[in-house]
């Protein structure tokens, strides 16, 4: 029997509901004074028993309705967040690309950011010198490249972000909607670096809206609403969310 390179047992997640109304003094105190010890703390839950198993050679599409729990799914995986209840049992290395820029320092300058990426995502400062070029080449910022990436444009940014993320060979990709910034012919080398990583990867999982690259990309699909699983399978789970939309 296989072993899972990702299984989600029981997954579950809750956050504390706050309420940030201002209030004087008086206000607060005589708030506590009519709760008590009945003062309850109120949570929303994100996860409800999720349970998943992804093998090599998956190539998962997550879709659903805004607010549903996507994004909150694959950042559990990916130990942003820590389960409620439940767990995430990861049997391989995970290559995350869910924002851009995610820990980029902006005071430091682009070549500093390069290493701080590496080191956030545990590759080694060898392999981060390897591979220090070709990101630098690939975001076309050599000129830029000992510049506080603050003095960056958009684009600039964008496009740094995206090669220091994608330069590394991933064993699971995660990927949140793609960022590729820059015109339209880096956004085009950009593309064909995502599906080099795809076909390189031993799996994969994709949360996107645009529909036509899921099904150029993915072979497995999970519908999540509410936070828990509607329905996972084949292609027939993505017409079965799309016909629901309508």
Same mark, same amino acid.
């Given at each position: 029997m296989k072993t899972p390179l990702i *299984?989600?047992?029981?997954?579950?997640?809750?956050?504390?509901?706050?309420?940030?109304?201002?209030? *004087?003094?008086?206000?607060?105190?005589?708030?506590?004074?009519?709760?008590?010890s009945n003062n309850k703390n109120e949570y929303f839950s994100a996860l409800k028993n999720i349970n998943l198993d992804l093998f090599k050679g998956d190539r998962l599409a997550i879709v659903g309705k805004n607010g549903s729990g996507k994004s909150t799914l694959l950042k559990t995986i990916c130990k942003i967040y820590t389960p409620s209840f439940g767990q995430v049992i990861r049997n391989a290395q995970i290559t995350p690309l869910l924002e851009a820029g995610a820990g980029f320092n902006m005071e430091c300058t682009g070549r500093e950011n390069i290493f701080l990426h590496g080191a956030i995502n545990s590759i080694p400062r060898y392999e981060v010198k390897e591979k220090l070029d070709e990101i630098i080449d690939f975001a076309e910022v050599r000129k830029f490249i000992d510049t506080p990436v603050k003095y960056y444009s958009t684009g600039m940014f964008m496009r740094l972000a995206f090669s220091a993320a994608t330069a590394f060979q991933p064993e699971i990709l995660i990927i949140d909607e793609l960022f590729i910034g820059g015109d339209y012919v880096f956004m085009e080398k950009g593309k064909k670096r995502i599906f080099e990583l795809v076909d390189l990867s031993k799996a994969m999982v994709l949360v996107s809206h645009d529909h036509e690259l899921l099904k150029e990309l993915c072979n497995k699909f999970l519908w999540i609403e509410d936070g828990y699983i509607k329905e996972i399978g084949g292609f027939s789970v993505l017409e079965n969310y799309l016909h629901s939309a309508l």
């Open positions: *299984t989600c047992n029981n997954l579950n997640l809750r956050f504390k509901l706050h309420n940030f109304k201002a209030k *004087t003094i008086k206000e607060s105190i005589m708030d506590l004074w009519k709760k008590g």
